[in-house]
T-cell receptor
Framework: KQEVTQIPAALSVPEGENLVLNCSFT??????LQWFRQDPGKGLTSLLL?????REQTSGRLNASLDKSSGRSTLYIAASQPGDSATYLC??????????FGKGTKLSVKP | DTAVSQTPKYLVTQMGNDKSIKCEQN?????MYWYKQDSKKFLKIMFS???????INETVPNRFSPKSPDKAHLNLHINSLELGDSAVYFC?????????????FGPGTRLTVT
Protein backbone atom coordinates (compact mmCIF):
# COMPACT_ATOMS: atom_id res chain seq x y z
CA LYS A 1 0.00 0.00 0.00
CA GLN A 2 1.37 3.37 -1.06
CA GLU A 3 2.45 5.66 1.75
CA VAL A 4 3.67 9.24 1.37
CA THR A 5 5.85 10.91 3.98
CA GLN A 6 6.83 14.56 4.17
CA ILE A 7 9.74 15.86 6.17
CA PRO A 8 9.92 18.16 8.04
CA ALA A 9 6.40 18.54 9.42
CA ALA A 10 7.08 22.21 10.09
CA LEU A 11 9.76 24.65 9.02
CA SER A 12 10.45 28.25 9.99
CA VAL A 13 12.97 30.31 8.01
CA PRO A 14 13.90 33.98 7.68
CA GLU A 15 12.88 35.79 4.55
CA GLY A 16 15.26 35.40 1.63
CA GLU A 17 16.46 31.90 2.44
CA ASN A 18 16.41 29.09 -0.08
CA LEU A 19 14.73 25.98 1.28
CA VAL A 20 13.95 22.38 0.42
CA LEU A 21 10.88 20.37 1.32
CA ASN A 22 11.11 16.61 1.13
CA CYS A 23 8.60 13.97 0.07
CA SER A 24 9.09 10.21 -0.04
CA PHE A 25 6.81 7.42 -1.23
CA THR A 26 7.00 3.67 -0.70
CA UNK A 27 5.84 2.35 -4.10
CA UNK A 28 7.74 3.63 -7.12
CA UNK A 29 4.92 2.62 -9.51
CA UNK A 30 3.41 6.09 -9.72
CA UNK A 31 1.89 7.93 -12.67
CA UNK A 32 2.80 11.39 -11.49
CA LEU A 33 3.49 13.51 -8.44
CA GLN A 34 1.85 16.83 -7.60
CA TRP A 35 2.91 19.52 -5.17
CA PHE A 36 0.13 21.64 -3.70
CA ARG A 37 -0.05 24.68 -1.48
CA GLN A 38 -2.80 25.12 1.11
CA ASP A 39 -3.34 28.38 2.97
CA PRO A 40 -5.16 28.24 6.34
CA GLY A 41 -8.85 27.59 5.87
CA LYS A 42 -8.49 27.51 2.10
CA GLY A 43 -8.46 24.99 -0.71
CA LEU A 44 -5.58 23.40 -2.58
CA THR A 45 -3.56 25.26 -5.16
CA SER A 46 -1.63 23.06 -7.55
CA LEU A 47 1.98 24.23 -7.82
CA LEU A 48 3.77 21.68 -9.96
CA LEU A 49 2.97 18.37 -11.63
CA UNK A 50 5.81 15.99 -12.48
CA UNK A 51 5.09 13.06 -14.74
CA UNK A 52 6.71 9.73 -13.86
CA UNK A 53 9.01 10.03 -16.86
CA UNK A 54 10.26 13.48 -15.87
CA ARG A 55 13.06 14.45 -13.50
CA GLU A 56 12.02 17.98 -12.63
CA GLN A 57 9.61 20.84 -13.22
CA THR A 58 10.08 24.55 -12.64
CA SER A 59 7.68 27.40 -12.09
CA GLY A 60 9.09 30.76 -11.12
CA ARG A 61 10.94 30.40 -7.81
CA LEU A 62 9.78 26.81 -7.41
CA ASN A 63 11.59 23.72 -8.64
CA ALA A 64 10.40 20.19 -8.02
CA SER A 65 12.49 17.11 -8.66
CA LEU A 66 11.51 13.48 -8.87
CA ASP A 67 13.63 10.37 -8.37
CA LYS A 68 11.11 7.64 -8.93
CA SER A 69 13.48 4.74 -8.39
CA SER A 70 14.38 5.92 -4.90
CA GLY A 71 10.84 7.11 -4.12
CA ARG A 72 11.73 10.72 -3.45
CA SER A 73 10.76 14.21 -4.53
CA THR A 74 11.94 17.60 -3.36
CA LEU A 75 10.39 21.03 -3.67
CA TYR A 76 12.96 23.79 -3.78
CA ILE A 77 11.83 27.34 -3.02
CA ALA A 78 14.30 30.07 -3.88
CA ALA A 79 14.50 33.41 -2.11
CA SER A 80 11.58 32.69 0.21
CA GLN A 81 9.05 35.44 0.99
CA PRO A 82 6.51 35.84 3.81
CA GLY A 83 3.80 35.21 1.23
CA ASP A 84 5.18 31.69 0.78
CA SER A 85 3.96 30.81 4.28
CA ALA A 86 1.49 27.95 3.90
CA THR A 87 1.24 24.18 4.16
CA TYR A 88 2.84 22.34 1.25
CA LEU A 89 1.38 18.98 0.30
CA CYS A 90 2.93 16.27 -1.82
CA UNK A 91 0.69 13.71 -3.53
CA UNK A 92 1.33 10.77 -5.82
CA UNK A 93 -1.15 9.43 -8.33
CA UNK A 94 -1.74 5.73 -8.04
CA UNK A 95 -3.06 3.16 -10.47
CA UNK A 96 -6.70 3.83 -9.59
CA UNK A 97 -6.38 7.51 -10.42
CA UNK A 98 -6.72 8.92 -6.93
CA UNK A 99 -4.05 10.98 -5.21
CA UNK A 100 -2.33 9.71 -2.08
CA PHE A 101 -1.23 12.61 0.07
CA GLY A 102 1.49 13.20 2.61
CA LYS A 103 0.64 15.02 5.82
CA GLY A 104 2.27 18.22 4.62
CA THR A 105 5.02 20.59 5.66
CA LYS A 106 3.89 23.78 7.37
CA LEU A 107 6.19 26.56 6.22
CA SER A 108 6.57 29.88 8.00
CA VAL A 109 8.72 32.58 6.43
CA LYS A 110 9.57 35.36 8.89
CA PRO A 111 10.03 38.93 7.62
CA ASP B 1 -15.74 30.58 -14.76
CA THR B 2 -14.71 28.49 -11.73
CA ALA B 3 -13.35 25.12 -12.83
CA VAL B 4 -14.50 22.99 -9.88
CA SER B 5 -17.16 24.44 -7.62
CA GLN B 6 -18.74 23.13 -4.43
CA THR B 7 -21.81 24.19 -2.48
CA PRO B 8 -22.18 25.01 0.26
CA LYS B 9 -18.85 26.34 1.43
CA TYR B 10 -19.81 25.99 5.08
CA LEU B 11 -22.30 23.58 6.59
CA VAL B 12 -23.20 23.48 10.28
CA THR B 13 -25.69 20.87 11.36
CA GLN B 14 -26.69 18.67 14.28
CA MET B 15 -25.99 15.02 14.86
CA GLY B 16 -28.46 12.69 13.22
CA ASN B 17 -29.33 15.03 10.36
CA ASP B 18 -28.97 14.21 6.66
CA LYS B 19 -27.10 16.63 4.43
CA SER B 20 -25.77 16.91 0.88
CA ILE B 21 -22.77 18.61 -0.68
CA LYS B 22 -22.80 19.40 -4.37
CA CYS B 23 -19.87 19.48 -6.78
CA GLU B 24 -19.75 20.64 -10.37
CA GLN B 25 -16.89 20.87 -12.84
CA ASN B 26 -16.97 22.75 -16.13
CA UNK B 27 -13.71 21.33 -17.48
CA UNK B 28 -15.23 18.51 -19.50
CA UNK B 29 -13.43 15.95 -17.34
CA UNK B 30 -14.51 12.31 -17.14
CA UNK B 31 -13.32 11.55 -13.61
CA MET B 32 -14.37 13.11 -10.31
CA TYR B 33 -13.32 12.49 -6.72
CA TRP B 34 -14.29 13.21 -3.14
CA TYR B 35 -11.53 13.65 -0.57
CA LYS B 36 -11.85 14.21 3.18
CA GLN B 37 -9.45 16.39 5.18
CA ASP B 38 -9.70 15.53 8.85
CA SER B 39 -8.95 17.66 11.90
CA LYS B 40 -5.26 16.86 11.60
CA LYS B 41 -5.32 18.19 8.03
CA PHE B 42 -4.71 14.76 6.49
CA LEU B 43 -6.31 14.39 3.04
CA LYS B 44 -7.65 11.01 2.03
CA ILE B 45 -9.65 9.70 -0.92
CA MET B 46 -13.26 8.70 -0.27
CA PHE B 47 -14.75 8.02 -3.70
CA SER B 48 -13.97 8.34 -7.36
CA UNK B 49 -16.30 8.21 -10.33
CA UNK B 50 -15.45 7.78 -13.98
CA UNK B 51 -18.16 8.56 -16.54
CA UNK B 52 -20.76 8.33 -13.78
CA UNK B 53 -19.52 4.92 -12.61
CA UNK B 54 -18.14 4.29 -9.13
CA UNK B 55 -14.46 3.32 -9.25
CA ILE B 56 -13.20 3.75 -5.70
CA ASN B 57 -15.08 3.37 -2.44
CA GLU B 58 -12.37 3.66 0.15
CA THR B 59 -13.75 2.04 3.32
CA VAL B 60 -16.21 4.83 3.87
CA PRO B 61 -19.27 4.16 6.08
CA ASN B 62 -22.36 3.45 4.03
CA ARG B 63 -23.95 6.56 5.54
CA PHE B 64 -22.00 8.34 2.79
CA SER B 65 -23.54 7.94 -0.64
CA PRO B 66 -22.10 9.65 -3.69
CA LYS B 67 -24.31 10.29 -6.69
CA SER B 68 -23.25 11.31 -10.17
CA PRO B 69 -26.24 12.41 -12.27
CA ASP B 70 -23.91 13.27 -15.16
CA LYS B 71 -20.19 13.57 -15.85
CA ALA B 72 -20.05 17.16 -14.66
CA HIS B 73 -21.58 16.56 -11.24
CA LEU B 74 -20.68 14.43 -8.24
CA ASN B 75 -22.76 15.01 -5.14
CA LEU B 76 -22.16 13.61 -1.68
CA HIS B 77 -25.07 12.73 0.57
CA ILE B 78 -24.48 11.94 4.22
CA ASN B 79 -27.10 10.27 6.40
CA SER B 80 -27.31 10.29 10.19
CA LEU B 81 -24.42 12.69 10.66
CA GLU B 82 -21.99 11.99 13.49
CA LEU B 83 -19.53 14.23 15.31
CA GLY B 84 -16.64 12.44 13.61
CA ASP B 85 -17.92 13.51 10.20
CA SER B 86 -16.77 17.04 10.94
CA ALA B 87 -14.08 17.76 8.36
CA VAL B 88 -13.40 19.61 5.15
CA TYR B 89 -14.62 17.77 2.07
CA PHE B 90 -12.90 18.46 -1.25
CA CYS B 91 -14.19 17.60 -4.68
CA UNK B 92 -11.69 17.17 -7.53
CA UNK B 93 -11.68 16.21 -11.18
CA UNK B 94 -9.24 14.99 -13.80
CA UNK B 95 -9.48 14.56 -17.54
CA UNK B 96 -9.60 10.77 -17.44
CA UNK B 97 -9.06 7.83 -15.13
CA UNK B 98 -6.31 6.23 -17.16
CA UNK B 99 -3.19 8.18 -17.97
CA UNK B 100 -1.38 10.76 -15.94
CA UNK B 101 -3.57 13.81 -15.70
CA UNK B 102 -3.50 16.64 -13.23
CA UNK B 103 -6.25 16.85 -10.64
CA UNK B 104 -8.10 20.09 -10.06
CA PHE B 105 -9.64 20.74 -6.67
CA GLY B 106 -12.69 22.66 -5.56
CA PRO B 107 -12.56 25.16 -2.69
CA GLY B 108 -13.79 22.67 -0.11
CA THR B 109 -16.86 22.39 2.11
CA ARG B 110 -16.28 22.76 5.84
CA LEU B 111 -18.78 20.50 7.62
CA THR B 112 -19.30 21.00 11.35
CA VAL B 113 -21.51 18.54 13.20
CA THR B 114 -22.66 19.64 16.67
Amino acid sequence: KQEVTQIPAALSVPEGENLVLNCSFTDSAIYNLQWFRQDPGKGLTSLLLIQSSQREQTSGRLNASLDKSSGRSTLYIAASQPGDSATYLCAVRGSQGNLIFGKGTKLSVKP
Amino acid sequence: DTAVSQTPKYLVTQMGNDKSIKCEQNLGHDTMYWYKQDSKKFLKIMFSYNNKELIINETVPNRFSPKSPDKAHLNLHINSLELGDSAVYFCASSLALAGSFEQYFGPGTRLTVT
